[in-house]
């Protein structure tokens, strides 16, 4: 019988009670035992979305919250999930290892949906070497010379979505550009006319309305944002609902960032685009933005798992982080530059603007 001691923990064969990984990609898990073939059970049910201020109170009481193992590092900061049957790994941020006795239990909110990896190890490593040979910049025989430090470590990384609805109300201006005539005089002491364009203000005010949809938070602090940024798109219309099967084999890193913090997030988020939405609203050819209050309502969120290769490759006596989205292979990470290359395209454009510059003056002495 396949048994689940904890949201987060492994499951076993059925037949034999060895201990199974998912293959990314797969639908069921060949027990590396015994041979028995473990369907997945797939949920095809649409992801639930939960009441963002009814699950705030739920969690005051615990009464949705999970009990995890997990161990920080102290290297990274990395938060990540250990077996308590595990005494010692390595982090899979930074290689660096932990050991259990340093763990603790916490509270935790389930994650409702995974991504699934899709791409396994060998195809992220694929996608990496083609990533360092495709490098603007790059020294020359970089994808040659790089060494990878550390093991290909796929990682479930966790997110918050929300979906809210926003009602703004606001005040400001309205700028109508209209023209006139005007005289002025040239250098010659000649009085000339031009058109001018100047900009008649108004007051206006209003309220406008937008529903954001899967808002997507990074819950996590261990890696660098603006990589985890540059992963993205993320096809969310592929998330199936929360089976352990699915992160059985990887490591999964516990939310850093919680749930109403995440939404202080969304706040800041979804501030420029009810910006834009309020300039379309009043109108006119220019707008003034005096006051804006912006109002949620209809709170709904997901907590859920994407899945990321990470790893390290050592170029010139130093290392650099790199990331593979584990659904669609994009890879970003930190890389050198050469010196010279940058030099010599700089030197290439100055020469072909200077260039421009002398033929232009050229043809209008010819042309005078």
Request: proline share 3%.
């Amino acid at each position: 019988m396949t048994e689940q001691t904890n949201v987060f923990k492994g499951i076993i064969c059925s037949q034999c009670s060895g201990k199974l990984e998912f293959k990314p990609g797969q639908t069921s898990m060949v027990c590396p035992y015994c041979g028995k073939e473990n369907a997945i059970e797939v949920q095809n049910d649409e992801v639930e979305e939960l009441d963002f201020s009814e699950y705030l109170d739920k969690l005051e009481n615990e009464a949705e919250a999970t009990d995890v193992f997990h161990v920080k590092c102290d290297a990274c900061g990395a938060d990540v999930e250990l077996e308590e049957n595990i005494v010692s790994d390595d982090c899979a941020f930074c290689g660096t290892p932990i050991v259990s006795k340093n763990g603790s239990h916490g509270k935790v909110i389930k994650p409702k949906a995974v991504l699934p990896f899709q791409n396994t190890r060998k195809e992220a490593k694929t996608s990496y070497k083609t990533w360092l040979k495709k490098l603007w910049f790059a020294p020359s025989g970089l994808a040659k010379s790089a060494r990878q430090t550390e093991k290909l470590n796929g990682m479930y990384i966790p997110y918050w979505t929300y979906d809210t609805q926003t009602t703004t109300s606001y005040s400001g201006e309205r700028g109508d550009n209209y023209t006139e005539q005007e005289q002025y005089t040239n250098d010659k002491g000649e009085t000339q006319t031009r058109t001018v364009t100047k900009t008649r203000w108004m007051y206006a005010s209003g309220v406008v309305r937008k529903f954001f949809n899967d808002i997507l938070v990074i819950a996590s602090n261990t890696l660098p944002i603006k990589y985890l940024r540059k992963l993205e798109p993320w096809d969310l219309s592929k998330l199936v609902n929360f089976e352990a099967s699915y992160i059985t084999g990887f490591k999964t890193e516990v939310y850093q960032v919680g749930l109403k913090e995440g939404f202080e997030m969304v706040k800041k988020e979804v501030d420029k685009p009810v910006k834009e939405l309020i300039r379309k609203d009043i109108g006119g050819d220019k707008q003034r933005i005096h006051r804006y209050n912006i109002k949620f309502s209809e709170i709904t969120f997901k907590h859920i798992l994407l899945p990321v290769w990470i790893s390290a490759y050592r170029y010139n006596g130093k290392v650099y982080r790199f990331l593979v989205n584990g659904s669609t292979g994009e890879v970003q990470g930190e890389r050198p530059y050469s010196f010279w290359k940058i030099f010599f395209f700089v030197v290439g454009i100055l020469a072909l603007v200077g260039g421009s510059i002398a033929i232009y003056y050229y043809l209008n002495q010819e042309g005078s």
